[in-house]
């Protein structure tokens, strides 16, 4: 089983629209965990780190449930530069590990 | 502010051919990670150095050699090029393992024919 679960998609969504992500992680030992932007063709990039007590960033929001071993990303208000792929990131007790998710593809449309 | 570089952009080589992909970061991270990125598969990572002078295997590493040259430069080398390691290859940089920011380069596109 990978340790980091996301639902590939796409979700195509109208802008103005509230999307959601969530994202499974099999090691309850985790430390930390982000969620990350890729658009296509390019590098990722840090969106937000994820806390313990829940985070927002002006239109996102990042949850975690440790007991339920899940991370959400909920967008608010799409906009059509939101478009891109959406990667959980989850570090473990390996010392090293960046684990990264597949992604979930979002394409906001007008 | 450069960041992480990576070079080259792209690349194709034939099969059997050799080859160095080279990171440098400017920002005095400790830790450096090579991934690669396949459709379907994610960021997987081949092998990183959490500190100069030390390197570790990721999830897959055979076909790869890596050098941390320096604390700026992580190089990798394939020394016998597969069509299996067609890829994109990214180098990231992080303050330490685990809890910080990664930093990643652009990118180097990788053909195998």
């Known amino acids: 089983r990978k340790e980091v679960e996301q639902d590939p998609g796409p979700f195509n969504v109208p802008e103005g629209a509230t999307v959601a992500f969530n994202c499974t992680y099999s090691n309850s030992a985790s430390q930390s965990f982000f969620w990350y932007r890729q658009d296509c063709r390019k590098e990722p990039k840090l969106l937000m780190s994820?806390?313990?007590s829940g985070n927002e960033d002006g239109r996102f929001t990042a949850q975690l449930n440790r007991a339920s071993q899940y991370i959400s990303l909920l967008i608010r208000d799409s906009k059509l530069s939101d478009s891109a792929t959406y990667l959980c990131?989850?570090?473990?007790?390996?010392?090293?590990?960046?684990?990264f998710g597949k992604g979930t593809s979002l394409l906001v449309t007008p | 502010n450069a960041g992480v570089t990576q070079t080259p952009k792209f690349q194709v080589l034939k099969t059997g051919q050799s080859m160095t992909l080279q990171c440098a970061q400017d920002?005095?991270?400790?830790?450096m990670y090579w991934y690669r990125q396949d459709p379907g598969m994610g960021l997987r990572l081949i092998y990183y150095?959490?500190?100069?002078?030390?390197?570790d295997k990721g999830e897959v590493p055979n076909g790869y050699n890596v050098s941390r040259l320096n604390k700026r430069e992580f190089s990798l080398r394939l020394e016998s090029a597969a069509p299996s390691q067609t890829s994109v290859y990214f180098c990231?940089?992080?303050?330490?393992?685990?809890?910080?920011?990664?930093?990643f380069g652009q990118g180097t596109r990788l053909t195998v024919v």
């Open positions: 920002m005095n991270h400790n830790s």
């Open positions: 150095s959490a500190s100069e002078g030390t390197t």
């Open positions: 990231a940089s992080s303050e330490s393992t685990g809890a910080t920011e990664a930093f």
């Open positions: 990131v989850v570090t473990g007790n390996s010392g090293y590990a960046l684990n």
């Open positions: 994820v806390y313990s």
